[in-house]
């Protein structure tokens, strides 16, 4: 089953040099989730062809325009588009006023309904579930309240071992082989041990996506292990204290936490329209972590199982 993350918008606060402000499209099992709408956002997504109707649930980090002022846009052409299935917003207070406000100006209502889901300060709790994946917060420092958000899959089932499999076993029984539970018959005696018939489970992947933030090693703990991180990395080390007073990160701080939290790899974005060129941040990142890659616009990075 799937799970890619693509890059949307992977600039800072103004668009430059074709980057346009941050957003990401991850899909997860067949399931579509937006972070960030940017400005652009929702032109981005019909140019990657992405099912717009699909997406129904938006995370946004914080409420600097460049992470949210995309937003009207994409609701008014879902509302254009007919779209009748609810759409589950997720940001910190404010957003919900700015969204309502638009529509009591234009004299406007959508076709669906909008869920707004209020994020605390420096909260970290799961704020989405389903059957196979979780979606939780994770405190970011910034300016303004910002979250990031980490992406887990559940624990998936066991695999049948087809070679294996005897002839004749009822559909529920093949199901609870999944489930990790023995064949037994209707006075619970064990025709068939589980760990005969069945593989390992595939692994459960994750992604983390942290924008905007300063250095913050409190960090580490939240992300330890995590397949895919996304780290803001604003500047380069040359501008270290414009990215304190911002409250930015520095390519090589990016890479320091993906190193401390022993993540597989890392994915730098958000970066300042200082910089037309962005391999000077890359070789920066790769000096302290190896396994680093730029986030650049229509650039899918897929987590195998």
């Known amino acids: 089953m799937s799970f890619k993350i693509t890059i949307l918008g992977s600039s800072g606060a103004l668009p430059a040099y074709g980057r346009f402000p941050s957003a990401q499209l991850v899909e997860i099992q067949n399931k579509h989730f937006l972070i960030d709408c940017g400005e652009g956002a929702q032109m981005q997504l019909m140019k990657f062809q992405a099912n717009l109707h699909r997406i129904n649930h938006i995370f946004i980090t914080h409420l600097h325009g460049d992470h949210y002022l995309g937003l009207m846009g994409l609701i008014f052409t879902m509302h254009l588009l007919r779209r009748t299935n609810d759409l589950h917003i997720y940001s910190h207070h404010g957003l919900d006023e700015i969204i309502t406000t638009h529509f009591r100006y234009s004299q406007s209502s959508p076709n669906f309904k909008i869920i707004f889901h209020t994020l605390e300060k420096d909260e970290h709790k799961v704020i989405y579930e389903d059957d196979a994946l979780t979606v939780e917060t994770v405190p970011l420092v910034h300016k303004l309240t910002c979250s990031g958000f980490i992406f887990r899959e559940k624990e998936k089932p066991r695999r049948i071992d087809k070679e294996k499999l005897p002839t004749g076993l009822l559909i529920q029984q093949i199901a609870n082989l999944k489930r990790g539970h ?113 986030a650049i616009e229509g650039s899918t990075f897929t987590i195998e199982d």
Do not use: M, W
């Open 182 to 294: 023995d064949v037994i018959d209707v006075e619970g005696n064990i025709l068939y041990k589980n760990a005969d018939l069945t593989l390992p489970p595939r692994k459960s992947r994750s992604y983390a996506y942290c924008s905007d933030t300063a250095y913050e090693e409190k960090l580490v703990g939240h992300l330890k292990g995590i397949d895919v991180l996304y780290h803001e990395a604003t500047f380069g080390s040359d501008e270290v204290q414009k990215a304190i007073e911002t409250q930015h990160s520095t390519a090589q701080q990016a890479a320091t936490i993906a190193k401390k939290a022993e993540v597989n790899s890392l994915i730098l974005g958000h970066f300042s329209a200082r910089y037309r060129e962005l391999d000077p941040l890359l070789i920066e990142a790769k000096s302290v972590f190896p396994n680093v890659q730029l």
